[in-house]
């Protein structure tokens, strides 16, 4: 597709159950980033993918949090037992790579833990 | 420890006017600053950027300011027009060391006022 494209827009779990969040990059970005922002908060860092090189994992609040990206394409962010705080809007965003080059974000997917 | 500080979280302006964006960074090794604006259930939208070797960077109605000397950067909207409103996120990123992920500010909420 032409953008960054997220799935789904919302979704609502209950308190412990896992959820797994999509996100499909431009074609042809290698980079690709997860950011969530909570209610009155800024954009937190997640992980960061690019190429074939290792994650960045280092903005990953917990070990209830895990990505992956398959084929340097489609990435799924997943939580396992989620809780009350991690409501927020998970961002994906891709770019071309490392260099001087802006990131494109989807629209996000707002996460609500009830 | 806050990388990126956008120290004023909004910012009311007329119409016509200037609206002046802040950004301050605490990392020497940033070499590329962007900025992104958002509005509610949007994902953020890349606006406009500077590399580490220039002071400023024009595109319209935006320019970007930056000092390196005093790890300071400026967005400034000339005129500022209300469809302007939206929050507005100040990011870096950290050249060759770093897998290159970007470090968001907190966001400054600009109000443009008829």
């Known amino acids: 597709g032409a953008g960054v494209s997220q799935s789904p827009s919302n979704k609502v779990t209950e308190k412990g159950k896992d959820v797994e969040l999509r996100c499909d990059p431009i074609?042809?970005?290698?980079?690709l980033y997860w950011y969530r922002q909570s209610l009155g908060q800024g954009l937190e860092f997640l992980i960061y993918?690019?190429?074939?090189?290792?994650?960045?994992k280092s903005g990953l609040p917990s070990d209830r949090f895990s990505a992956e990206r398959t084929g340097g394409s489609v990435s799924t962010l997943t939580i396992q037992r989620t809780q009350q705080e991690d409501s927020a809007v998970y961002l994906c965003?891709?770019?071309?790579?490392?260099?001087?080059?802006?990131?494109?974000f989807g629209q996000g997917t707002r996460l609500t833990v009830v | 420890d806050q990388q990126v500080k956008q120290n004023s979280p909004s910012l009311s302006v007329q119409e016509g006017r200037i609206s002046i964006l802040n950004c301050d960074y605490t990392?020497?090794?940033?070499?590329?600053f962007l900025w992104y604006k958002k509005y509610p259930a949007e994902g953020p939208t890349f606006l406009i950027s500077i590399s580490s070797i220039k002071d400023k960077n024009e595109d319209g109605r935006f320019t970007v300011f930056l000092n390196k000397s005093a790890k300071h950067l400026s967005l400034h909207i000339v005129p500022s027009q209300p469809g302007d409103s939206a929050v507005y996120f100040c990011?870096?990123?950290?050249?060759?060391?770093?897998?290159?992920?970007?470090?968001f500010g907190k966001g400054t909420k600009l109000s443009v006022k008829p």
């Open positions: 990011a870096a990123r950290e050249y060759g060391g770093s897998l290159g992920n970007l470090i």
């Open positions: 074609s042809g970005h290698t980079a």
């Open positions: 990392n020497s090794m940033f070499d590329y």
């Open positions: 993918f690019q190429g074939n090189s290792a994650p960045d």
């Open positions: 965003a891709s770019s071309l790579g490392t260099g001087h080059t802006e990131a494109f």
